[in-house]
């Protein structure tokens, strides 16, 4: 049985020297620094990543926000526009209708006056066939 436990425990151990044993323990106490170390390393690495995760979450926070109110006030604006647009367009179709119904009195005004003309020529022209006179323009035309 004794072999069992030699055979299990490393060399170093079963022999019970005092420089052996020294040797052993100032290992141990240095892994155990190492470790240490390597934990607090770590451990500060971590605190730094959430520190900088935390900070970048607070940008993208800021950057949504931002944009959104940017995105708010772009469409307000595009609202406006609109409405302008509408308003401009009502505009034009009023004036495109003043200025038809201006045309329409215009043309109806020339009719009239064209009327009033002709009933002129017919009453001149059945005072001239009722005396017997010619006009002189007319003549004065056709160079006789």
Known sequence: MAEVAAAETPPSVTEKSPN?????????ETEKKLALVKAWEENEKAKIDNKAYKKISAIGSWENTKKSAVEAQLKSIEEKLEKKKEEYAERMKNKVAQLHKQAEERRAMIEAKKGEDFLKIEETAAKFRSTGYTPKKFL????S
């Open 140 to 143: 004065g035309c056709f160079g």
């Open 20 to 28: 052996n044993r020294d040797s052993v323990l100032a290992r141990v």
